[in-house]
């Protein structure tokens, strides 16, 4: 029984670490890339990458069963590969969960690097700094309250996903059964008392998220 309760805690933690690592790195050399350039077709572009805010999660896992199903370019190669479908897996999981917390990381990451004195830039490559530099070293460290608030806010909603997560990973025990999705099922059975110490575990963790987040905004 003890098992049963916490294998989805364990399962959306790794989960949500995850896919927040993977959006942490995409969401800070996207949003590096994309601050303070102007070209042709960048407001499509970042309506594309904030998309996933706005569309019910239904519609990301139907979209993610497409992409990833395998009648798919890259359902037919995964298959290929490992010999399995990706759909119901715990990497269905990750990405499902990628996909709708990457807006805030991009966002936040975008907003951080948006706000550094271009100044100071210009200054590091008339000392001879190359973009490699450049980034390490004064894009990176001046960013950085930015880019942990967006970790942080992806790694909550990592957390919380359920809609793209049902539809495109399900609601296997012990595989792709996380947090969110166990809840829905112990309410379906009437389980209230579990469903409720459930939700307390994801309250407690997003509190603390959260909390994380004000103390550094306080700094």
């Not at 942490?24 to 805010?53: D, H, Q, Y």
């Not at 290929?80 to 990381?105: C, Y």
């Not at 996380?178 to 994801?202: E, F, M, Q, R, S």
Request: with cysteine; proline share 4%.
């Amino acid at each position: 029984m003890v098992n049963d309760f916490w294998s989805p805690v364990r399962l959306s933690i790794e989960v949500a670490v995850i896919s927040g690592i993977i959006v942490l790195i995409v969401g800070v050399c996207i949003g590096a890339i994309m601050a303070n350039k102007r070209f042709k077709g960048k407001s499509m572009i970042e309506t594309l990458f904030l998309l996933p805010l706005v569309l019910p999660p239904s519609v990301i896992g139907f979209l993610l069963i497409v992409a990833f199903g395998k009648n798919s370019p890259i359902g037919r190669l995964y298959d290929w590969l490992f010999h399995q479908s990706i759909i119901f897996t715990f990497g269905a999981a990750v990405i499902a969960a990628a996909v709708v917390a990457f807006p805030l990381m991009y966002q936040s990451a975008k907003t951080g690097f948006e706000a550094i004195d271009l100044d100071i830039v210009g200054a590091a490559k008339v000392d001879g700094a190359n973009r490699r530099v450049i980034f390490l070293f004064i894009l990176l460290p001046l960013a950085y309250k930015s880019i942990i608030s967006g970790a942080i806010l992806s790694f909550a909603r990592a957390l919380g996903e359920f809609g793209a997560t049902l539809m495109f990973a399900g609601n296997i025990p012990g595989k792709t059964q996380t947090l969110p999705t166990a809840v829905y099922l112990a309410i379906d059975a009437g389980n209230t008392k579990l469903a409720w110490a459930w939700v307390g575990c994801i309250i407690v963790i997003s509190f603390i998220m959260l909390m994380i987040i004000n103390r550094k905004s306080e700094k």
